[in-house]
């Protein structure tokens, strides 16, 4: 039994990540409707910062979050007001291989900044965990999660209270209209990939705590944020938690049934994602507009 | 498209003629070029093995990116697993030569029947999905085929499964090219007949399309059968040529990104689009990956290459051909205005 409880609280440390990642991808579809896959590539990027400020500087990784934060924030921006907005009109697919050429470009640019190498964040408790009984939780992980949520939390209140969050959700919900009452839609547009970008940093700050980073390391990433909002749904924060969470304990529960291994966690995350899509297209919890 | 958009103007009738005629001139002489005969009879080469496999691999991405074009050009369903198609048809030619001994013609047949069962057991259920929810089911269906087939025994689990090796060049490219031929074909007569007709009609509208009678389910599964038989035809070829297949490079999710790619800088919905951009970007792709140490470079400049041509050129470069458009600075001008925020 103690198994099975220290399997779901792995579970949800991880859903926790996948919270991370999914908040700024499902911002940026849900707004834009631009499915970036170039979200892994950011994430990355942001973790490739933590690592250099720790190896440097010596400065906690979870102390250089806001810097990753800051510096992916400014190469959102950038990217969509210079190059996304360019297509943002065209048809689904052409936003698509447009990210996908982007993932490319950052993949190998980040390869001639740092190689292959494999590279870790190792701060000093990064090997102890909080013991409850027969139950370790790693602090790392656990800091983890409760960023995850901070972010979740961020987000949130952007959204919902404050100016440009209302404009972004207008921009969300009918970009004519939107225009018409007097949203800067290259601003606003630039501005949402910005904060979506800043929040795949953050996420990448929290990955390279507990996993080797290489470049290529974001691109499951990608797909993982992907099924997080479909399972989720798109359009709350709140769907996103809870398909992150749901997301990382169908795959650490997958994982220990007897018969499956690690080898097919890809396969039955996928399974439950095109199950879900049959039975509700629109996610779990999403709303149906 | 009308027929008059289809008659070309003389000047890209005459260019056409040429690259047809160079194209013919190497399928015809490739015997006298590459057979082992040939080179110990001291018969003079026009081309060395490099190029043959080069020539080999580009038809083969004119099948993938002509089936691809199919289901995602055709009928608007731009599918990311079409390479489960690929990997499905390889896998096919592979466990029945070498686990149960069936001659490879034999195995051959039955590869794009496999792929395009496959299409309509998972066709049925996902083809109710649109835009990035069927783009993302099915890149859920490759990854998942893939594993799956990465940890089953009998096909070989991790290591993959090895072929008798049949040494013959010309087979495999004969053998490739004549499927790509058999790609364009299809892709020709369906676009003349009822059923491509239909297809488009459910890309531009498809409510719009049920209600005027198109029995959209059956012609959407329908086009995807058709496109999972043509590539898992290539994934079969591939696997005897190849000698060698496994989860990495039959299932691969880039090729798939990479045929989309080839059709859409071809020309999505059009004949010829798909063959002019898996020519013209496999070479691209050929050329950069020569040095080792610009594989890089390489990644950067397709990336850039791909932002480009997605910005300035959406429909194609098929577009700049049969005289509808010139390519000038007005055209990426325009292109731009009309997709840009």
């Known amino acids: 039994m103690s198994q099975f409880t220290q399997q779901v609280i792995l579970g949800l440390l991880l859903g926790g990540v996948y919270v991370a990642v999914a908040l700024g991808f499902s911002l940026v579809w849900g707004i834009l409707n631009i499915v970036n896959l170039a979200h892994g590539a950011l994430v990355i990027v942001g973790a490739y910062i933590t690592w250099d400020l720790f190896t440097r500087l010596h400065i906690d990784p979870f102390l250089s979050l806001p810097v990753d934060a800051l510096a992916l924030f400014v190469i959102g921006y950038a990217l969509q007001r210079g190059v996304i907005n360019r297509v943002i009109r065209a048809p689904l697919l052409f936003t698509f291989l447009l990210t996908f050429g982007i993932n490319l470009v950052i993949v190998s640019l980040l390869l001639l900044l740092f190689t292959a190498d494999f590279r870790s964040v190792t701060p000093s408790y990064s090997g102890s965990g909080l013991q409850l009984g027969s139950i370790t939780i790693p602090y790392i992980r656990l800091g983890g999660l409760l960023v995850a949520l901070l972010l979740a939390g961020v987000l949130w209140a952007i959204l919902n209270r404050t100016r440009v969050g209302a404009a972004i959700l207008a921009v969300g919900a009918d970009r004519d209209a939107a225009q018409l009452v007097g949203v800067d839609l290259r601003h606003i547009y630039a501005l949402t990939f910005a904060i979506g970008a800043a929040f795949a940093g953050v996420a990448g700050g929290i990955i390279s705590t507990f996993q080797s980073i290489t470049p290529t390391a974001g691109d499951p990433y990608t797909l993982q944020a992907f099924a997080v909002v479909i399972l989720g749904g798109l359009g709350r924060v709140s769907a996103t938690v809870a398909g992150g969470l749901a997301f990382g304990l169908i795959e650490v529960l997958g994982q220990s049934t007897p018969g499956l291994g690690s080898g097919y966690a890809n396969a039955i995350a996928f399974v439950v994602l095109v199950m879900v899509l049959i039975v509700r297209p629109r996610g779990l919890l999403g709303r149906l507009a | ?341």
């Open chain 2, 1 to 341: 498209m009308t027929a008059a958009e289809r008659r070309l103007p003389s000047r890209v009738r005459r260019s056409v003629v040429a690259i047809a005629a160079v194209a013919l001139a190497f399928v015809i002489l490739a015997p006298l070029t590459s057979i082992d005969a040939a080179q110990q009879a001291g018969l003079p080469l026009l081309t060395d093995k490099l190029w043959f496999r080069i020539a080999t691999t580009v038809a083969m991405f004119v099948v993938l990116a002509s089936g691809w074009n199919i289901i995602g050009g055709l009928t608007g369903y731009a599918s990311f697993g079409n390479v489960a198609f690929f990997g499905l048809g390889a896998y096919t030619v592979g466990v029945l030569v070498q686990n149960l001994g069936w001659p490879f013609a034999l195995a051959l047949v039955a590869a794009p029947g496999v792929a395009a069962v496959f299409a309509l057991i998972i066709g049925l259920p996902l083809l109710r999905l649109r835009g990035h929810y069927f783009a993302v089911a099915t890149l859920g269906v490759g990854v998942a085929v893939g594993e799956v087939v990465n940890n089953v025994g009998a096909l070989g689990a991790s290591t993959g499964l090895f072929l008798p090796i049949v040494r013959s060049d010309l087979i495999f490219f004969y053998l490739m090219l004549g499927t790509a031929v058999l790609a364009v074909l299809t892709t020709w007569i369906i676009l003349r007949t009822r059923f491509g007709y239909g297809l488009l009609a459910i890309r531009e509208n498809e409510e719009a399309a049920a209600v005027i009678g198109v029995n959209t389910t059956f012609y959407k599964v329908a086009a995807f059968c058709v496109a999972a038989a043509l590539t898992g035809l290539a994934g079969g070829i591939f696997a005897q040529w190849n000698s060698f297949i496994n989860q990495e490079n039959v299932f691969a999710i880039t090729d798939n990104v990479q045929m989309i790619l080839m059709a859409v800088i071809g020309g999505a919905g059009t004949v010829l689009g798909p063959v002019a951009g898996a020519i013209a970007l496999e070479l691209i792709i050929q050329t950069l990956a020569g040095g080792g140490s610009g594989a890089v470079y390489s990644q950067i400049g397709l990336g850039v290459l791909l932002a480009v041509c997605i910005i300035f050129i959406p429909r194609g470069v098929i577009d700049f051909f049969g005289g509808r458009s010139r390519l000038s600075l007005r055209y990426f001008r325009q292109t731009l205005r009309e997709t840009s925020a």
